[in-house]
């Protein structure tokens, strides 16, 4: 790290800025981008998602977990359940995913499947944001709409809520205000003249929420 912080002084100072300015500059720049402090080897979340579509539901269960931890970077690995209709019927399918982030910026540097890298991870978002801000998470740059309290891991919590809308499909995230992290997912789908609608609720986590 150490080296890091040389390098960019080194190069603020020989493009005209001050060493004070510099060293400045390079502590804003740390302020702005740094992970989070509940990121730790091991933390987790586990959410219950629960499917509901034309008379039927079933429940099962979405975790990601931090696997490895190294210089700036964090492994996480990612098991959860998707929905394929096929000629009218439904079927609830598992799928992982490893990924390796950016702790900072949570952008995925790589990943099991190549079309995620350069993404940012859905999982949590700053927590220096507040009504209007934008936010950057896999699906795309949204802003923050509006503010809900839900009650979730049997406490009521502050949450920002971030809201997409696409032709066959609407999804409303909750992103804890204390923590950043994600505790709540609705997701509608139009597939085949089926309407499924999927309510994903953080259930067990070892991260202090604050």
Request: glycine share 6%; net charge negative.
């Amino acid at each position: 790290m150490k080296r890091k912080t040389l390098v960019l002084i080194v190069v603020l100072v020989i493009i005209g800025v001050s060493l004070p300015f510099a060293a400045y500059l390079y502590t804003r720049f740390q302020e702005v981008a740094k992970p989070p402090s509940w990121l730790r080897l091991g933390a987790y979340m586990t959410y219950e998602q629960f499917f509901v579509w034309a008379g039927h539901n079933e429940t099962e269960y979405m975790t990601w977990n931090i696997t490895t931890l190294r210089d700036d970077r964090a492994d996480l690995h990612l098991t959860s359940h998707g929905v394929n209709v096929t000629d009218g019927h439904v079927e609830i399918t598992l799928g992982e995913a490893n990924w390796t982030l950016n702790e900072a910026t949570r952008e995925i540097v790589d990943s099991s499947d190549a079309n995620y890298i350069g993404k940012k991870c859905p999982f949590w978002i700053e927590t220096d944001v507040t009504m209007g801000s934008v936010v950057d998470i896999l699906y795309g740059v949204n802003v923050i709409s509006k503010s809900e309290q839900i009650y979730v891991l049997g406490q009521q919590r502050d949450c920002w809520v971030v809201e997409y809308d696409w032709p066959t499909a609407s999804m409303k995230r909750w992103y804890d205000k204390s923590s950043g992290t994600l505790l709540k997912v609705l997701v509608v789908l139009d597939r085949q003249g089926i309407r499924i609608e999927t309510t994903e609720t953080a259930v067990l986590t070892n991260i202090d929420l604050g």
